[in-house]
């Protein structure tokens, strides 16, 4: 076991020297929201790959879409700006507002559209996400 923790401990430092540290901090977090809206929106079915996810951050919706909806595309865009809300506001307290005030922003432009709920609002239907069945809404 001990063998394995060095062979890790050595990974991570190989990791961090040829990555993450061939980043500014900036390009490292615009990097990560990248990844992390990509990834998150694929869960939700979104069909972006990860560099289309890139350009779309880059040119916003003036990107030629290739096979992608604007449902998606916006999709991804309300991602970036619940993502930048959350960022801006990592040293104030969670509250119900801000939880309402972020759900708000990364459903702006689809979620009328898609499930006829209005963004910002407590859901009064059952929730789902692949095979789990969320608790009771009340």
């Known amino acids: 076991m001990e063998k394995l923790l060095r062979k890790y401990d050595a990974l991570v430092q190989e990791y961090n020297k040829t990555i993450v540290e061939s980043f500014s901090i900036a390009d490292f977090r ?3 929201e990248i990844l992390f809206s990509a990834h998150s929106c694929a869960v939700e079915g979104n069909t972006f790959t990860v ?21 998606e595309a916006y999709e991804i865009l309300d991602h970036f700006k619940a993502y930048e809300l959350l960022f801006n506001n990592l040293q104030q307290p969670l509250t119900e507002e801000l939880v309402k005030q972020t759900q708000k ?9 898609s499930k006829g709920y209005e963004p910002g609002e407590y859901t009064d239907t059952q929730m789902a996400a692949g095979d789990t069945v969320f608790g009771d809404y009340k």
């Not at 890139?54 to 030629?64: D, P, S, T, V």
């Open 30 to 32: 615009e990097y990560n």
């Open 51 to 71: 560099d289309e996810t890139r350009e779309l951050r880059e040119h916003g919706i003036n990107l030629k879409l290739n096979n992608r909806s604007l449902y």
């Open 105 to 113: 922003t990364l459903t702006e432009n689809t979620i009328k559209f």
